[in-house]
C-alpha cells in the first residue's frame, strides 16, 4: 500500500517562499513518479510539477517554470517542491500523488493517471 504525506503548506505574502514536502511509504521509491498537483477553489485540479524518481527527470508547468523546484531524496523516500516568487494565483491546496514510474509520459500526464493521492496541504499567497 502506498501512502503519501504532505507538508509545508501554510500563508505567505506575494513574492515569499514555501517548501513543501511529499512522504512516500512505498516499498520501492525508486519505482514510482512523484507529482505535485493542485486545485484552487472552485477550479479543476492541474497538475504543477513531477519527478521520476529512479533518474530524476522533471516536469514543470509553464506557469511554474522558474519559480518553484522539484527535487527528490530517496534515502529518506520525500520529494520537495521549493516555491519561491509565490503569486496569488499560486493559492490552493496543493497534492502529491505517486504512480508507477514507466516512462517520461507519466511526469506530463494529469492527475486521473496517477493512482495515489495524500490529504493535501493549503497553500495562500497574499497580495
Known amino acids: 500500500e502506498v501512502q503519501l504525506v504532505e507538508s509545508g503548506g501554510g500563508s505567505v505574502q506575494a513574492g515569499g517562499s514555501l517548501r513543501l514536502s511529499c512522504a512516500a511509504s512505498v516499498g520501492s521509491f525508486d519505482d514510482y513518479a512523484i507529482g505535485w498537483f493542485r486545485q484552487g477553489a472552485g477550479k479543476e485540479r492541474e497538475r504543477v510539477s513531477s519527478i521520476g524518481c529512479s533518474d530524476g527527470s522533471t516536469y514543470y508547468v509553464d506557469s511554474v517554470k522558474g519559480r518553484f523546484t522539484i527535487s527528490s531524496d530517496n534515502a529518506k523516500n520525500t520529494v520537495y517542491l521549493q516555491m519561491n516568487s509565490l503569486k496569488p494565483e499560486d493559492s490552493a491546496v496543493y497534492y502529491c500523488?505517486?504512480?508507477?514510474?514507466?516512462?517520461?509520459?507519466?511526469?506530463?500526464?494529469?492527475?486521473?493517471?496517477?493512482?495515489?493521492w495524500g490529504q493535501g496541504t493549503q497553500v495562500t499567497v497574499s497580495s
Open positions: 500523488a505517486a504512480q508507477i514510474y514507466s516512462d517520461y509520459e507519466i511526469l506530463k500526464a494529469p492527475a486521473i493517471s496517477y493512482d495515489y
